[in-house]
Nanobody, 128 residues
Framework: QVPLVESGGGSVQAGGSLRLSCAAS????????MGWFRQAPGKEREEVAS???????HYATSVKGRFTISRDNAKTTLYLQMSSLRPEDTAMYYC??????????????????????WGQGTQVTVSS
């Protein structure tokens, strides 16, 4: 298990920016697929972005061009830079790691199911 702790959420006006961080502790972090997901009240958890051990990134259509996922393996930290935020981006944001399945090559999955380790979430609220 790789405990994950998110931070950086908050309240911002539409058009603003936030940078989320996810600190991972444990061995082997750099070998895992990692991802960001979000869940708004009354809605299912949805994908935001994923990143492979080799920095191959994959984005949901709704955030492409506005969000950037990155990882610092030396600091064992995952990031999500969010720009041009919209009210519909309001949600609890979670980082996740797949510590079970071997890296499949190419882009990491953008669905929640393969990810077995989750953080507690950080709230992002965007006002219009």
């Amino acid at each position: 298990q790789v405990p994950l702790v998110e931070s950086g959420g908050g309240s911002v006006q539409a058009g603003g920016s936030l940078r989320l961080s996810c600190a991972a502790s444990g061995y082997g972090y750099s070998s895992y697929c990692m991802g960001w997901f979000r869940q708004a009240p009354g809605k299912e958890r949805e994908e935001v972005a994923s990143i492979s051990p080799y920095d191959v990134t994959h984005y949901a259509t709704s955030v492409k061009g506005r969000f950037t996922i990155s990882r610092d393996n030396a600091k064992t930290t995952l990031y999500l830079q969010m720009s041009s935020l919209r009210p519909e981006d309001t949600a609890m944001y979670y980082c996740a790691a797949d510590t079970i399945h071997p890296y499949p090559g190419g882009a990491c999955p953008l669905i929640p199911q393969p990810y077995n380790t989750w953080g507690q979430g950080t709230q992002v609220t965007v006002s219009s």
